[in-house]
């Protein structure tokens, strides 16, 4: 094993997390778009469970990098699969996150990401409006897809800019939230917290322009991200989740 690694340590309820962590970076790199850590150990130890992989020396780039990346993106995300979600559930951030397999995206993100979010945000005490048009949403979600049937491409699931860097002169990234679904999902977080840059958008839509009525999904899949810090942060999230709801309700 190499000497120069890197570990995470959480307690012995976390094996299952770094797991599904070890399992998402090698789908990703399974499918040769983008560098990831290679993974050396996933266990307990007297610590607790940990994750072991490797150190990179990162950099943040140029442009250069950042269309790179862009491009490497566009060739992640035509990596297919048959079904949405995936073969085994996972986290985002400390939340779980459920991935049981179906060709109905729709439904998949309605009950799995949506409702899910909205059901822990009402057990936090986040009751009222943001019930009251989510429900709305969810009874409509199907009109954000008319005329659009998205494939089931490999998500990164995580992808801000603090999970992305360069390595040797090439992009690399970690930290994943895999998964199987619409690979706008990733486009709308890359944009809900920025530091990604011009050129890798253009990159990115030069090589896989996205689809009309794009705008309204975005905000959807965004919103997914805003109410899981809601339910992990706490109420700073609140006005952001009620603003998208909103818009989307109206």
């Known amino acids: 094993m190499p000497s120069s690694n890197f570990r995470k340590q959480g307690p012995s309820s976390a094996l299952a997390m770094f797991e599904a962590e070890a399992e998402g970076l090698a789908e990703l790199k399974k499918a040769g778009a983008v560098r990831v850590p290679e993974v050396y150990d996933v266990g307990v130890n007297d610590d607790g469970a940990y994750i072991e992989m490797e150190r990179f020396k990162l950099e943040r780039g140029g442009e250069g990098e950042a269309a790179t990346f ?33 060709g109905d995206w729709v439904e998949f993100f309605r009950t799995h990401r949506l409702q899910f979010q909205l059901d822990r945000a009402a057990s936090n005490g986040y009751t009222g409006e943001l019930q009251d048009r989510g429900s709305q949403l969810a009874e409509r979600l199907g009109d954000l897809f008319q005329g659009y049937d998205p494939a089931p491409s490999l998500l990164h699931g995580d992808l801000w800019a603090g999970n992305w860097g360069v390595a040797d002169g090439e992009p690399v990234t970690f930290d994943p939230a895999v998964y199987y679904g619409d690979r706008e999902t990733d486009i709308a977080m890359i944009r809900l917290f920025g530091g990604f840059g011009d050129a890798f958008y253009r990159a990115y839509f030069r090589a896989w322009p996205l689809a009309p009525g794009c705008e309204a999904r975005l905000a959807l899949y965004q919103l997914y991200h805003v109410l899981n810090h809601l339910n992990l942060f706490g109420a700073a999230y609140l006005d952001q989740a009620l603003a998208i709801l909103r818009r989307l309700t109206r």
Do not use: C, F, S
Request: proline residues 6%; aromatic residues 4%; positive net charge.
């Open 70 to 102: 862009g491009k490497q993106l566009a060739v992640l995300h035509g990596h297919r699969a048959e079904l949405h979600g995936w073969h085994r559930d996972n986290t985002i951030g400390a939340t779980p996150q459920h991935n049981p397999q179906t």
